[in-house]
Each structure stands twice: as structure tokens, then as C-alpha cells.
């Protein structure tokens, strides 16, 4: 697509549930990163991928959290579990992927709010 | 480890002053990118600018400025006759240079308010 869109925009869930995010990257993008924004705060890395695999992984807080991208397009952030401090906006951006200079295009976010 | 310090969490001046967004990285490379991104009120973070570190020159593109210094491993931000529509969040990040895409890290960013 023109964009790296993001789905759904907005989450509310309860303390407790499961909860999927869904990214879309521009098309062509080799790497897909997912970042966590809290209020006030910077972008805060979790793991980004290059095609399918996930080449890092350190920034994902603990086992409740979890992504994919088997086809090396779309990928999917998944939470278990969900906590109350989870909440957040969840960022997802691409890259062309070639080299480290690669510029990011970031989508809108997906604001995750627990109850 | 790498390492992304934004100190000014906000800022504000009046429109057409000049301000500075300061930028001090931490990184064990040798070689290594450094970027400005904005994020305006609507949420979407923006790409500004990037800089290798090889490449010391500054830059300036219209009222923006940057000024890279590897000695005081700095990479500071200037607007110039600063307009209302520059108000944002700014932040700088720090990318390893390596072939494929690599982690990027940013900092905690700084709010700037420009006043009419």
C-alpha cells in the first residue's frame, strides 16, 4: 500500500484478554519494525524484523508478548495476558531494509488501552 | 549499548525566535547512523533527517539546521524564525550501520510549543 497501516486504531480490552495488532508495511518494505510509545515518552523498540524472521527480539518485555510475519509482509503483534501497564500506543514502521540507513515510514499506531 | 539522551523535555519561545533541540548519543560503533524525526500533534512520526558518521558537515535545509559533532558525540536540531507549525515532539535516534536493516533506538524526545 502507499503506507504502513496499522489495525485497529484504538483497543480496549480488560486485564487479562488477548490481544493481536496488525501491521501492514508498504509494499516492498524487507523490514518491519514494532516500537511501544507510552504517554510522554519516546519511541520504545521492541523487535523488528527482516522478511519473515524476527533479527531482533530484545526489546519485547517479557514472554506475554509475541510477533509475527510469516509471509514477510504483514505481521502481527500479539499480547497475552494483557496488564493494565501494557497499555499503550503500539507503533509499526517499515524500511526498505537494505542497510542500517534505512529511513522508517511509520504508520499511525494502534492505542491499546487495559482495563 | 547504545544510548539516545534528549535533556530538554519541553520547550517554548515565541514565533520567529531561533531554538536549539540538543542530541547527545552513546554508541560503541564506529560507524553508525543518526537521525531527526517529528511527531506533529496528529500522532504520525515524520522523518527529517539522516546523517552517517562519517560525514561531519552540517546541514541546513530552509529554517532547519543540523550540526553534528562526533567529539561531543552530538547531533543537535536548529530552527531558524521558528513559525507556529513547528510546534511538535522532535526525536533523534541512533541506527548501527551494517548491511540489512538494524535496531534503531530513540530518545525520549523534546516537546516543542511555539507561542504566536
Known amino acids: 500500500g502507499a503506507g504502513v497501516s496499522q489495525t485497529p486504531s484504538n483497543k480496549v480490552t480488560e486485564k487479562g484478554k488477548y490481544v493481536e495488532l496488525r501491521c501492514d508495511p508498504i509494499?516492498?518494505?524487507?523490514?518491519l519494525y514494532w516500537y511501544r510509545q507510552s504517554l510522554g515518552q519516546g519511541p520504545e523498540f521492541l523487535i523488528y524484523?527482516?522478511?519473515?524472521?524476527?533479527?531482533?527480539d530484545s526489546g519485547l518485555p517479557n514472554d506475554r508478548f509475541f510477533a509475527v510475519r510469516p509471509e514477510g509482509s504483514v505481521s502481527t503483534l500479539k499480547i497475552q495476558r494483557t496488564e493494565r501497564g501494557d497499555s499503550a500506543v503500539y507503533l509499526c514502521?517499515?524500511?526498505?531494509?537494505?542497510?542500517?540507513?534505512?529511513?522508517?515510514?511509520f504508520g499511525a499506531g494502534s492505542r491499546l488501552t487495559v482495563l | 549499548a547504545q544510548k539516545v539522551t534528549q535533556a530538554q523535555t519541553e520547550i517554548s519561545v515565541v514565533e520567529k525566535e531561533d531554538v536549539t533541540l540538543d542530541c547527545v548519543y552513546e554508541?560503541?560503533?564506529?560507524?553508525?547512523?543518526l537521525f531527526w524525526y517529528k511527531q506533529p500533534p496528529s500522532g504520525e512520526l515524520v522523518f527529517l533527517i539522516r546523517?552517517?558518521?562519517?560525514?561531519?558537515q552540517n546541514e541546513i535545509s530552509g529554517r532547519y539546521s543540523w550540526n553534528f559533532q562526533k567529539s561531543t558525540s552530538s547531533f543537535n536540531f536548529t530552527i531558524t524564525a521558528s513559525q507556529v507549525v513547528d510546534s511538535a515532539v522532535y526525536f533523534c535516534?541512533?541506527?548501527?550501520?551494517?548491511?540489512?536493516?538494524?535496531?534503531?533506538?530513540f530518545g525520549s524526545g523534546t516537546r516543542l510549543s511555539i507561542r504566536p
Open positions: 509494499s516492498g518494505h524487507t523490514a
Open positions: 535516534a541512533l541506527s548501527e550501520a551494517r548491511r540489512g536493516a538494524s535496531k534503531i533506538i
Open positions: 514502521a517499515s524500511s526498505p531494509g537494505s542497510s542500517g540507513a534505512n529511513v522508517l515510514t
Open positions: 546523517r552517517n558518521s562519517f560525514d561531519e
Open positions: 554508541t560503541r560503533d564506529t560507524t553508525y547512523y
Open positions: 524484523f527482516q522478511g519473515t524472521g524476527a533479527a531482533d
